[in-house]
């Protein structure tokens, strides 16, 4: 059992490394997928659209987490936990975009994923659902806040005042996700996916950031020297 206050510590450590992960990405928004393009191959597609929209979609709560990230979660969580480089190794494009298409066209929770062959695909369809988001997890409006935060002398506590801004659903698929990708950080000594690396992957597809931002160079260097300290 892991001792509260090592929990709160490898918290941190995921909090800080996506934010510094955030302070350097300067790479793509997305994928450019959306909802319109991905109606050809279902009359409800998983992919491309709001978090509101899905939420609302399932009939539950309008703020609850939506079917297709929990479905996702819960199946990498007790097939994937201890596979290698989850979020890393790069599976077979074909296998992908067949559960990518199958769920946009029976729904996330209709279609059964099947281990160990589906691990490394669902891992990369998580990583593309939240990059395909038409607004991200963290929206563009509080990058400058988000961004605040981590280069505040005490980012753990700013950043927890930031996630106050989100709205509710957004603040839920964060705190969802975040408890999600603790629980495979405390596997890291086998599938070698630490809080660091977790942020790697993830802050680009939290909050995606402009291909050119201002001060780009300068953010990256700090966020360099932060992570030596994490």
Do not use: W
């Amino acid at each position: 059992m892991t001792a509260p206050h090592e929990k709160d510590s490898r918290l941190n450590r995921i909090r800080r490394a996506l934010g510094n992960r955030a302070l350097s990405y300067t790479g793509s928004t997305g994928s450019g997928a959306t909802a319109a393009s991905l109606a050809l191959n279902g009359p409800a597609p998983a992919f491309g659209v709001s978090l509101s929209e899905l939420s609302a979609r399932d009939g539950e709560s309008p703020n609850e987490v939506p079917t297709i990230l929990r479905h996702l979660c819960d199946f990498l969580e007790a097939h994937g936990l201890y596979t290698v480089g989850l979020f890393r190794v790069s599976p077979s494009q074909r296998a992908v975009s067949r559960l990518r298409c199958s769920m946009d066209r029976l729904g996330p929770d209709a279609l059964p994923l099947e281990a160990p062959q589906d691990v490394l695909p669902a891992a990369t369809l998580l990583k593309q659902f939240l990059r395909d988001l038409p607004e991200p997890v963290i929206p563009a409006a509080l990058n400058d806040v988000f961004l605040s935060a981590v280069k505040a002398p005490c980012p753990e506590e700013e950043l927890r005042k930031a996630t106050d801004c989100l709205p509710l659903l957004h603040f839920r698929v964060l705190r969802y996700l975040l408890r999600f990708l603790f629980r495979i950080s405390l596997a890291e000594a086998t599938n070698r996916m630490s809080p660091e690396a977790l942020a790697v992957v993830f802050a680009p597809n939290l909050m995606p950031m402009p291909p050119k931002m201002a001060q780009a160079k300068q953010i990256q260097v700090r966020a360099a020297k932060t992570s030596k300290v994490v």
